[in-house]
Nanobody, 115 residues
Framework: VQLVESGGGSVQPGGSLRLSCAASGFTFKWSAMNWYRQARGGEREFVASISSGGSTTDYADSVKGRFTISRDNAKNTVYLQMNSLKLEDTAVYYC?????????WGQGTQVTVSS
């Protein structure tokens, strides 16, 4: 399993970023996908999930109404559109497939929100 996150960067509060996660090594179209994040010194926390077909999504309360998860099964890629970014959104963002058993993680992509 390989997961390659990209799209992170530095942005001011209120700004937007779109993260991507290119996945391989498993049957992407059959797997729900998730985004997690980990702030420096903090625990890794759930951000958003999307079902295999894309019809069902779920979000952490802290990002509801601001973040949107989506996927393109033809490209084996999951996205996270992040709008109205806040200082507290600063973290390394990771994608993770729901495969059961072993958890697989990519290297993550850094998102820094600062004024």
């Amino acid at each position: 399993v390989q997961l390659v996150e990209s799209g992170g960067g530095s942005v001011q509060p209120g700004g937007s970023l779109r993260l991507s996660c290119a996945a391989s090594g498993f049957t992407f179209k059959w797997s729900a996908m998730n985004w997690y994040r980990q702030a420096r010194g903090g625990e890794r926390e759930f951000v958003a999930s999307i079902s295999s077909g894309g019809s069902t999504t779920d979000y952490a309360d802290s990002v509801k109404g601001r973040f949107t998860i989506s996927r393109d099964n033809a490209k084996n890629t999951v996205y996270l559109q992040m709008n109205s970014l806040k200082l507290e959104d600063t973290a390394v963002y990771y994608c993770k497939p729901s495969l059961g058993g072993t958890d697989y993680w990519g290297q993550g992509t850094q998102v820094t929100v600062s004024s």
